[in-house]
């Protein structure tokens, strides 16, 4: 799996080891749709083994250590669980470390995926893939997030109280042992009860990951990169340009290219297309329809303000249709591109290099990351819709 791939689970308990050549401690937390922990409780990992439908088992001989997910007894109100690594070692990053995870049956351990993040660097703490519920399935998803601030970083995002450390007593403290990094505490029950200290930023993107430093990129299908450049998000304007020709002379091809906008949930917040050219106050444009698909460059395209988009959009799909019924087995070179608004320089591109006879083509993805920034996959996956309008389900399930 690729950063941000998902695959739907056909088993309905799954494990998910972690290994590395080093130690990890690797923990699962259970979260609503609003993305944190229900209580304490909901947090997993070896001094807490269990948890509904959520267990820890600690690696032996060597081997990692796993969360096991029974999808079948997880509450309803829980939509998906994230399983998290951090470095046994006390100062110790992922630098030159790669964490791998493996998704097993945990009945037959057959092997239903693997993941492993891209070269690290400062992070001390990685979210590495989540199992989540989506239109009564369950799917895995990878994610392979950092923290610079350890465990305790994700737990606190996540809704978990996190005990401050005590002072020490004494100048120094056995070093034979250390205290974990994230402690079970039980919830404040008395006015001297203080609130979560706050997580700390998750740390900057790793030059390991995909990202615009060096030029233009060109994808394939799956591949994910980081809208990052000179180690800062790009959070200015960006020109989605998608482009497509007729497969036969003489066979004009009435696409219609449209964004849908998705909040944390994965639900539809709005989608731009040609009947609706400005959506969210103007942060994301439309260019306007094109009925045939004639002539050189982009046929339609559609501009987003990304600093101004409101913070409940956390993902973008971009598609097209074919309003007029014909297969894009009918279709020639279609394509999408990433441009730079101001510059007009060409970030991002993804040549479809094959097709099927539907009617709607999913051609990518935009996801909002815990750290800021944006990164977009390839996805060229066809449906059967003429319209926007039938694209916001199978877009919500593929986010």
């Known amino acids: 799996m690729t950063p941000g791939s998902n695959l739907p689970l056909s088993v309905a308990r799954v ?16 979260l609503t749709a609003d993305g944190k922990v229900r209580s304490d409780d909901d947090f997993v990992f070896y ?6 439908g959520v267990s820890h088992r600690a690696g032996a001989g060597g081997g990692g250590d796993a969360i096991t997910v029974d999808t079948a007894a997880v509450p309803p109100d829980i939509d998906k ?14 630098a030159g470390t790669e964490p791998t995870a493996t998704v097993r049956g945990a009945d037959d351990g057959a092997v239903i995926a693997t993941f492993t993040p891209p070269q690290l660097g400062a992070e001390t703490a990685l979210v590495v893939v989540e199992v989540y519920r989506r239109g009564g399935a369950w799917k895995v998803r990878a994610v392979g997030q950092g923290y610079a601030n350890g465990l305790a970083g994700i737990a606190t995002d996540f809704g978990v109280t996190v005990e401050e450390p ?30 979560p200290p706050p997580p700390m930023p998750a740390a900057p993107p790793s030059s390991g990951k995909i990202n615009l430093d060096k030029g233009r990129v060109s994808l ?7 809208l990052v450049k000179g180690g800062r998000p790009m959070l200015s304007s960006v020109r989605m340009g998608l482009g497509w020709e007729p497969a036969f002379r003489g066979a004009d091809i009435d696409l219609d290219a449209s964004v849908i906008a998705f909040g944390a949930d994965r639900k539809k917040i709005d989608a731009c297309f040609f009947g609706k050219l400005a959506i969210l106050n103007g942060a994301i444009q439309h260019s306007g329809d ?30 097209v249709n074919s309003f007029s019924g014909q ?6 070179k279609a394509y999408c591109r990433l441009v730079d608004a101001q510059t007009n320089e060409e970030l991002v591109r993804f040549d479809i290099t094959h097709a099927e006879p539907r009617t709607g083509v999913m051609m990518a993805k935009l996801i909002r990351q815990f750290s800021g920034e944006w990164e977009m996959t390839a996805m060229g996956e066809y449906v059967d819709s003429r319209t926007v309008r ?6 919500g399930k593929a986010l």
Not at 220 to 226: G, H, M
């Open 15 to 30: 494990a998910v080891d972690v290994t590395a050549p080093v130690r990890l401690d690797v923990s699962g937390l259970l």
């Open 47 to 52: 001094n807490q083994p269990t948890g509904p």
């Open 81 to 94: 669980i994230v399983v998290t690594a951090s470095l046994d070692a006390p100062g110790a990053t992922f």
């Open 166 to 195: 005590a002072a020490p007593a004494a100048p120094a403290a056995p070093a034979a042992q250390p205290a974990p990094p994230v402690t079970h505490a039980p919830p404040p029950t008395g006015p001297a009860a203080s609130v």
């Open 220 to 226: 394939q299908k799956n591949q994910t990169v980081s």
């Open 290 to 319: 094109n009925l045939t698909g004639e002539g050189g460059g982009d046929d339609e395209s559609i501009t987003v303000h990304l600093g101004g988009l409101p913070p409940e959009v956390t993902g973008l799909v971009f598609t």
């Open 327 to 332: 297969k894009f087995t009918d279709v020639a």
């Open 390 to 395: 039938g694209m916001a389900k199978p877009a």
